[in-house]
């Protein structure tokens, strides 16, 4: 069974500097889709960078960019000039190539915090 | 363009009962995926439905179950609710086409369910 871990229960950045999110992760597939999610006080899952397995390139959006090592099994996000509306919790999810349905298998989440 | 839609926001049950959750999913989106989430932890995956079937479930035993309309919304059942099934219950909806697998899904906002 596939697994995420996130070792870093909380992070604190200052405002306008750069920090990195880590997420490890096991399984035996070659065809899967890793994903950062944001979820703010709001409660609201909100997608931060997708990246696919078969894709070497990084995937970058905007601030944020993700460090993907797949023979490392890791895939790490990158905020850069953090803001204040960054603060949230972080959650790194794996999604199977192979499944038959939308199954993201989530980590325990990282909860960012941005001092002003 | 409108969200996906989750009601009521918060509720409060006893042991024992029964409670009915409601998801609206977002325009153009065809399938429905249910999650909890205990405090402190990442989502887990309890079903999703496509076509108003089920077409794949997680570890939760039988008294979770679901319903998908014709307009795509949804509904989650829990019976006989116990003190552990306390938690954040997220519903998510996607656009099952061509190259759906690395598509994102699209969260509500939840709904905080207490089991007293």
């Known amino acids: 069974a596939q697994t995420v871990t996130q070792s870093q229960p909380e992070m604190s950045v200052q405002e306008a500097e750069t920090v990195t999110l880590s997420c490890t992760y096991d399984?035996?597939?070659?065809?899967?889709?890793l994903f950062w999610y944001k979820q703010p006080p709001s409660r609201q899952m909100i997608l931060v960078i997708r990246q696919e397995a078969y894709k070497q390139q990084n995937a970058t959006e905007n601030r944020f960019s993700v460090n993907f090592q797949k023979a490392a099994k890791s895939f790490s996000l990158k905020i850069s000039d953090s803001q204040l509306g960054d603060a949230a919790m972080y959650f790194c999810?794996?999604?199977?190539?192979?499944?038959?349905?939308?199954?993201?298998?989530w980590g325990a989440g990282t909860k960012l915090i941005i001092k002003p | 363009e409108t969200g996906v839609t989750q009601s009521p926001t918060h509720l409060i049950k006893t042991r024992g009962q029964q409670v009915t959750l409601r998801c609206s999913s977002q325009?153009?989106?065809?399938?429905v995926s249910w999650y909890q989430q205990a405090l402190g932890q990442g989502p887990q995956f309890i079903f999703q439905?496509?076509?108003?079937?089920?077409?794949g479930r997680g570890n939760f035993p039988p008294r979770f179950s679901g319903l998908q309309f014709p307009n795509y919304s949804s509904e989650l059942n829990v019976n006989a609710l116990e003190l552990d099934d306390s938690a954040l219950y997220l519903c998510a909806s996607s656009a099952r086409t061509g190259g759906w697998q690395g598509s994102p899904l699209h969260f509500g906002n939840g709904t905080r369910l207490t089991v007293t």
């Open positions: 399984t035996s597939e070659s065809d899967y889709y």
């Open positions: 439905y496509y076509r108003e079937e089920e077409n």
């Open positions: 999810a794996y999604r199977s190539g192979l499944d038959s349905n939308y199954q993201l298998i």
């Open positions: 325009s153009g989106h065809n399938t």
